[in-house]
Protein backbone atom coordinates (compact mmCIF):
# COMPACT_ATOMS: atom_id res chain seq x y z
CA UNK A 1 0.00 0.00 0.00
CA UNK A 2 1.47 3.48 -0.99
CA UNK A 3 2.15 6.25 1.57
CA UNK A 4 -0.14 8.84 2.08
CA UNK A 5 2.42 11.43 1.39
CA UNK A 6 3.41 9.82 -1.93
CA UNK A 7 -0.31 9.89 -2.72
CA UNK A 8 -0.90 13.71 -1.65
CA UNK A 9 2.07 14.32 -3.76
CA UNK A 10 1.03 13.05 -6.97
CA UNK A 11 -1.72 14.63 -6.68
CA UNK A 12 -0.19 18.20 -5.38
CA UNK A 13 1.87 17.75 -8.83
CA UNK A 14 -1.51 16.85 -11.10
CA UNK A 15 -2.35 20.59 -9.82
CA UNK A 16 0.51 21.82 -10.56
CA UNK A 17 0.55 20.75 -13.74
CA UNK A 18 -3.24 22.40 -14.58
CA UNK A 19 -1.69 25.58 -13.27
CA UNK A 20 1.56 25.30 -15.59
CA UNK A 21 -1.04 24.20 -18.68
CA UNK A 22 -3.03 27.36 -17.27
CA UNK A 23 -0.05 30.09 -17.39
CA UNK A 24 1.46 28.63 -20.50
CA UNK A 25 -1.80 28.33 -22.53
CA UNK A 26 -2.99 32.01 -21.23
CA UNK A 27 0.01 33.60 -22.56
CA UNK A 28 0.65 31.25 -26.03
CA UNK A 29 -3.34 30.72 -26.73
CA UNK A 30 -3.89 33.81 -29.55
CA UNK A 31 -1.78 32.96 -32.64
CA UNK A 32 -3.67 33.07 -35.68
CA UNK A 33 -3.44 31.65 -39.51
CA UNK A 34 -5.67 34.32 -41.09
CA UNK A 35 -8.85 34.41 -38.65
CA UNK A 36 -8.05 30.72 -37.65
CA UNK A 37 -7.15 30.80 -34.07
CA UNK A 38 -4.85 28.34 -34.71
CA UNK A 39 -3.13 27.92 -31.23
CA UNK A 40 -6.30 28.08 -29.13
CA UNK A 41 -7.56 25.17 -31.27
CA UNK A 42 -4.19 23.04 -30.84
CA UNK A 43 -4.62 23.88 -27.35
CA UNK A 44 -7.81 22.15 -26.87
CA UNK A 45 -6.20 19.00 -27.92
CA UNK A 46 -3.75 19.35 -24.94
CA UNK A 47 -6.21 20.30 -22.94
CA UNK A 48 -8.05 16.90 -23.64
CA UNK A 49 -5.09 14.82 -24.10
CA UNK A 50 -3.41 15.83 -20.34
CA UNK A 51 -5.97 15.04 -17.82
CA UNK A 52 -7.26 11.91 -19.66
CA UNK A 53 -3.92 10.38 -19.86
CA UNK A 54 -2.93 11.35 -16.18
CA UNK A 55 -6.49 9.86 -15.14
CA UNK A 56 -5.75 6.48 -16.77
CA UNK A 57 -2.08 6.63 -15.30
CA UNK A 58 -3.82 7.37 -11.52
CA UNK A 59 -6.08 4.92 -12.22
CA UNK A 60 -9.47 7.24 -11.29
CA UNK A 61 -11.64 10.28 -12.09
CA UNK A 62 -9.28 12.23 -9.42
CA UNK A 63 -6.19 12.43 -11.58
CA UNK A 64 -8.21 13.79 -14.30
CA UNK A 65 -9.89 16.72 -12.37
CA UNK A 66 -6.76 18.11 -10.29
CA UNK A 67 -5.21 19.30 -13.83
CA UNK A 68 -8.67 20.86 -15.24
CA UNK A 69 -9.00 22.26 -11.31
CA UNK A 70 -5.30 24.13 -11.51
CA UNK A 71 -6.17 25.07 -15.26
CA UNK A 72 -9.64 26.63 -14.20
CA UNK A 73 -7.91 28.57 -11.21
CA UNK A 74 -5.28 30.31 -13.39
CA UNK A 75 -7.44 30.35 -16.45
CA UNK A 76 -9.91 32.37 -15.27
CA UNK A 77 -7.77 34.74 -13.21
CA UNK A 78 -5.92 35.32 -15.84
CA UNK A 79 -9.15 36.08 -18.43
CA UNK A 80 -10.52 38.37 -15.50
CA UNK A 81 -10.04 42.05 -16.03
CA UNK A 82 -6.83 44.18 -13.54
CA UNK A 83 -7.86 47.74 -12.53
CA UNK A 84 -5.46 48.94 -15.11
CA UNK A 85 -7.93 47.63 -17.72
CA UNK A 86 -5.16 44.58 -18.77
CA UNK A 87 -5.99 41.19 -19.38
CA UNK A 88 -4.23 38.49 -20.33
CA UNK A 89 -7.10 36.44 -22.14
CA UNK A 90 -8.93 38.65 -24.07
CA UNK A 91 -13.12 38.43 -24.78
CA UNK A 92 -12.12 37.46 -28.83
CA UNK A 93 -12.62 34.43 -30.72
CA UNK A 94 -9.24 32.98 -29.86
CA UNK A 95 -10.24 34.20 -25.81
CA UNK A 96 -13.59 31.65 -26.37
CA UNK A 97 -12.08 28.86 -27.88
CA UNK A 98 -9.68 28.36 -25.44
CA UNK A 99 -11.76 29.07 -22.44
CA UNK A 100 -15.31 27.29 -23.59
CA UNK A 101 -13.78 24.74 -25.45
CA UNK A 102 -11.12 24.13 -22.69
CA UNK A 103 -13.83 23.09 -19.77
CA UNK A 104 -15.76 20.86 -22.65
CA UNK A 105 -12.41 19.17 -23.82
CA UNK A 106 -12.06 18.79 -19.51
CA UNK A 107 -15.22 17.96 -18.89
CA UNK A 108 -15.19 15.06 -21.99
CA UNK A 109 -11.58 13.44 -20.37
CA UNK A 110 -13.00 13.61 -17.39
CA UNK A 111 -16.46 11.38 -18.16
CA UNK A 112 -14.01 9.06 -20.24
CA UNK A 113 -11.77 8.38 -17.89
CA UNK A 114 -12.72 4.65 -16.33
CA UNK A 115 -11.21 4.26 -12.89
CA UNK A 116 -8.79 0.99 -12.84
CA UNK A 117 -7.53 1.54 -9.49
CA UNK A 118 -4.18 3.27 -8.72
CA UNK A 119 -0.88 2.87 -10.51
CA UNK A 120 0.63 3.61 -7.24
CA UNK A 121 -0.83 0.49 -5.49
CA UNK A 122 0.43 -2.14 -8.11
CA UNK A 123 3.52 -3.90 -7.15
Do not use: K
Request: no cysteine.
Amino acid sequence: MESPAVTGAAYGVLFLLGVALGVVGGFEHAWYAGNLPVAAIVWLAVLFAVPYAMGRLIGGRLGAVLPAAGWMAVSFLLANQRPEGDLVIAGNSAGYWYLYGGMAAFVVAIVMTRSRGSWLLRH
